[in-house]
């Protein structure tokens, strides 16, 4: 019974390097997204996958962020050339389907030095 | 510019009494509300919801009251535990017709629970 998990739980990194954040939905959800808290801010909306429909990547803040979701479960985010205002904290949720309860991740803390 | 306010960032309620957390949205096309709790290192946890059909929806201490005209919701906690003390945000979407998947979340309230 396992709930969504996200790795790392906490990333350090230089500003300009690639990071990978890695989801784990809840097993069944066939929906997952992606959100971030910066400091002080609300959790703000970046991508959304159902199913094997396309994404929906509207909230993705920049073209350095991309991610992708492989046979319906795990999903990773990547930024490229990390920005030092990409530091915030990452959280995953996933749903049985799109209009269902999400259930959120502990959350990946980025900081971009 | 942020569609869902949350203008009390910190709040304290004596243990026992009514905690009433507050939340103004912007987007008149929300119809969808929720209330999210998250202790620190978690991930937010759905507390309840409420549909715009409906101004009242409760959960045993949980109440949501929902005043569409002033484009307001509030969550009642009653009575106050100290393991209420958390963080919370309101939610809104569009709702299950047209897009139930993006929540746009508010800044938070911290509310501390003093025994």
Redesign the interface.
Known sequence: GAGVSQSPSNKVTEKGKDVELRCDPISGHTALYWYRQSLGQGLEFLIYFQGNSAPDKSGLPSDRFSAERTGGSVSTLTIQRTQQEDSAVYLCASSLRKEETQYFGPGTRLLVL | D?Q?K?NSPSLSVQEGRISILNCDYTNSMFDYFLW?KKYP??????LI?ISSIKDKNEDGRFTVFLNKSAKHLSLHIVPSQPGDSAVY?C?ASLG?NFG?????????TRLTIIP
Request: glycine share 14%; net charge neutral; aromatic share 18%.
């Open positions: 942020q869902v949350q999210y290192a978690e991930g937010p946890t759905f919801s945000f939610a299950r139930n998947e993006k929540l746009t979340f508010g800044t938070g």
